[in-house]
């Protein structure tokens, strides 16, 4: 609070401080005023609907008919009737064990040689960030799938044929359109790189460590929360990855089902076959497989990300 | 490799120790420009490839089109299913402009909230309200897309704009709270002395004080709204209502090569919003991808 050193009148101030919980109560009024369109939108459009496709996963609905009660049917389908749902799960799995670690990898790389950049650094760092902003449209996923057709760039560069109608290439063509938006980790990278003091190295240096030996003992440990907040962020976004498919497949997932990744797969099950019961234990598995992931990658972090204010301060 | 031999020593050997990190400097440089290359290829080729005549588009791997084909443009200006580009743009423009004015409205009411209030259950509300950024759409998309079509709202532009006035984007609320963390008390303190409530001090001291976080929430609202085509694609279906987003999807089915310079015409004219946002706002752009919750 305020210090009050000079002035006598100071048990006034003391006495108000009953006074002080009505004003606090309207605080905490005006706080809940300020927060109320969140709370709404929480309750509305985030928890009823969680609790509401909860239920759907154990119905049959069409949309048009009542939902209609059909116990764990729908998970019993998914996991031991439809091969299509595990193509599904394992285009998806492929596509971020493959796209999210190449995405980061190559972020990490740039994002060094950027730091010991003295000049262009800055020109350089908007460059490789644009494709981040370009492309999750739509233009660019139509781009990509002329470049990896057949006869497009890719295909007359490598001979290699065009990826997008090959089922064992195709998946590939839309990692490495992720992969190519490897500017908004790299940005982060950059920022938590600016911030490991520059002494360490000189310490290190001075003791003679190697640039590699500085780089796994100051370096990755010092960045080891940006790492793991990177790929907590990439891993989660990869698993929802859509529109990219959805162009390169014709909406469809093919070749041979190889890009019907999981979402596109939700999206063919409820909105266009209308089986929104289904596409809703769909979510839901979804959305326990992200959990699991993440509490996993929070459960290891433990041993390899490093908090310096813990030791320190 | 070669760093810091010469920190103590003497100007000679320092100067003997500068060429070659002045060499690695430049294969820095050269490293950087050519990913650089191969990663505006693909901006490149669209360009290229919007003005080809049709029978260059295909097997070629010029980037300059042999004769320039302007009516690419205007047969994409013409737009798809009957309805004018003009027509698409606006759409396109009237859903990301509610998106930013919601966005920024609900979200830094919120943030104020979390930032600066206080009132019960604000950890565990905070805790949660951080855990729906990793929620994954999609466990709430089915319910959400009954609630619209219960309301009569599918068809219509409400579903992509209403959740925005509801704060539903916990990432910028977070972006928020996260900035207006990092501004000093007193002023809050010192409006109080003034006689300003909660109300007056967040319209006239902490908003106007946090605004580099609200110009960074609407450059991002505007330029994932622009690009998203999931939502589009699942609420709107007649062509009269379509985003530019939603129109070029007409192109994904069709197989026909004779569509080809028209199609990314289109995608040039889709993309353009989004050039000029990051030309004009860059800078804001890449510090607010990098102040995005990862400060200490």
């Given at each position: 609070m305020t210090t009050t050193t000079d002035t006598p009148v100071?048990?006034?101030?003391?006495?108000?401080?009953?006074?002080?919980?009505?004003?606090?109560?309207?605080?905490?009024?005006?706080?809940?005023?300020?927060?109320?369109p969140w709370v709404l939108g929480a309750a509305v459009l985030t928890l009823l609907p969680m609790a509401v496709s909860l239920y759907l996963s154990f119905t049959d609905y069409d949309l048009f008919n009542p939902p209609h009660w059909v116990g764990l049917r729908n998970y019993t389908q998914m996991?031991?009737?439809?091969?299509?749902?595990?193509?599904?799960?394992?285009?998806?799995?492929?596509?971020?064990?493959?796209?999210?670690p190449l995405q980061l990898g190559l972020a990490l790389v740039v994002a060094l040689g950027l730091k010991s950049m003295r000049r262009g650094r800055g020109f350089y760092r908007s460059a490789f960030y644009a494709p981040s902003l370009l492309g999750a449209s739509m233009s660019i996923a139509l781009v990509w799938r002329a470049l990896f057709n057949d006869g497009g760039t890719v295909d007359n560069l490598l001979g290699t044929g065009g990826w997008v109608n090959r089922p064992g290439w195709a998946l590939f063509a839309v990692a490495l359109l992720t992969v190519w938006q490897f500017g908004a980790p790299m940005v982060i990278f950059l920022a938590g790189l600016q911030q490991i003091p520059t002494e360490l190295y000189e310490a290190a240096s001075v003791d003679g460590a190697s640039r590699w030996r500085q780089f796994?003992?100051?370096?990755?440990?010092?960045?080891?929360?940006?790492?793991?907040?990177?790929?907590?962020?990439?891993?989660?976004?990869?698993?929802?990855?859509?529109?990219?498919?959805?162009?390169?497949?014709?909406?469809?997932g093919g070749p041979a089902d190889s890009t019907l990744f999981y979402t596109l797969y939700l999206y063919d099950r409820g909105f266009v076959a209308s089986h929104m019961g289904y596409a809703s234990a769909m979510a839901w598995v979804l959305l326990i497989v992200i959990g699991a992931v993440t509490a996993v990658l929070f459960r290891t972090s433990r041993t390899w990300v490093f908090y310096a204010s813990e030791g320190d301060r | 490799?070669?760093?810091?031999?010469?920190?103590?020593?003497?100007?000679?050997?320092?100067?003997?120790?500068?060429?070659?990190?002045?060499?690695?400097?430049?294969?820095?440089?050269?490293?950087?420009?050519?990913?650089?290359?191969?990663?505006?290829?693909?901006?490149?080729?669209?360009?290229?490839?919007?003005?080809?005549?049709?029978?260059?588009?295909?097997?070629?791997?010029?980037?300059?089109?042999?004769?320039?084909?302007?009516?690419?443009?205007?047969?994409?200006?013409?737009?798809?299913?009957?309805?004018?580009?003009?027509?698409?743009?606006?759409?396109?423009?009237?859903i990301a402009g509610g998106a930013v004015?919601?966005?920024?409205?609900?979200?830094?009411?919120?943030?104020?909230?979390?930032?600066?209030?206080?009132?019960?259950?604000?950890?565990?509300?905070?805790?949660?309200?951080?855990?729906?950024?990793?929620?994954?759409?999609?466990?709430?998309?089915?319910?959400?897309?009954?609630?619209?079509?219960?309301?009569?709202?599918?068809?219509?532009?409400?579903?992509?704009?209403?959740?925005?006035?509801?704060?539903?984007e916990a990432f910028f609320v977070f972006l928020i709270v996260q900035f207006m963390r990092g501004l000093p008390r007193e002023l809050e303190e010192a409006a109080r002395i003034d006689g300003c409530g909660p109300f007056r001090s967040f319209f006239l001291v902490i908003l106007p004080l946090t605004r580099p976080a609200l110009i960074t929430t609407a450059i991002f609202t505007f330029i994932w709204t622009w690009n998203d085509f999931f939502t589009q694609l699942i609420y709107l279906f007649s062509p009269e209502k379509f985003t530019l987003t939603l129109a070029l999807r007409s192109f994904v089915d069709a197989s026909s090569t004779s569509a080809f310079g028209p199609m990314f015409a289109m995608s040039v004219i889709a993309l353009l919003p989004i050039v000029l946002f990051f030309l004009a706002f860059q800078r804001f752009l890449v510090e607010g991808m990098a102040n995005s919750g990862i400060k200490g």
């Open positions: 100071t048990t006034p101030a003391a006495k108000t401080v009953p006074v002080k919980r009505p004003g606090g109560r309207r605080r905490e009024g005006a706080a809940w005023v300020f927060l109320s996991f031991t009737e439809d091969p299509r749902y595990w193509r599904s799960v394992g285009a998806t799995l492929t596509y971020v064990v493959i796209a999210v796994l003992s100051i370096t990755v440990p010092m960045l080891s929360p940006v790492i793991f907040f990177n790929l907590v962020l990439q891993t989660i976004q990869a698993f929802q990855v859509f529109t990219p498919a959805f162009a390169v497949s014709g909406g469809k | 490799m070669t760093t810091s031999t010469s920190t103590t020593s003497t100007a000679a050997t320092a100067s003997s120790a500068r060429k070659p990190i002045a060499g690695r400097r430049i294969a820095l440089h050269l490293g950087a420009l050519a990913a650089l290359i191969v990663m505006l290829y693909p901006l490149a080729w669209l360009l290229a490839t919007s003005l080809k005549p049709a029978d260059e588009v295909i097997a070629s791997l010029d980037l300059l089109p042999g004769s320039l084909e302007w009516s690419n443009y205007s047969t994409a200006l013409d737009g798809v299913n009957d309805v004018s580009v003009w027509r698409l743009l606006g759409n396109s423009l009237l004015v919601g966005n920024v409205l609900s979200c830094s009411l919120a943030a104020y909230a979390f930032a600066r209030l206080r009132f019960r259950f604000r950890g565990p509300l905070f805790a949660f309200m951080i855990a729906t950024i990793m929620l994954p759409h999609h466990a709430v998309l089915i319910p959400q897309y009954i609630i619209f079509n219960q309301l009569g709202m599918v068809n219509t532009y409400w579903p992509l704009i209403l959740p925005k006035f509801l704060a539903t």
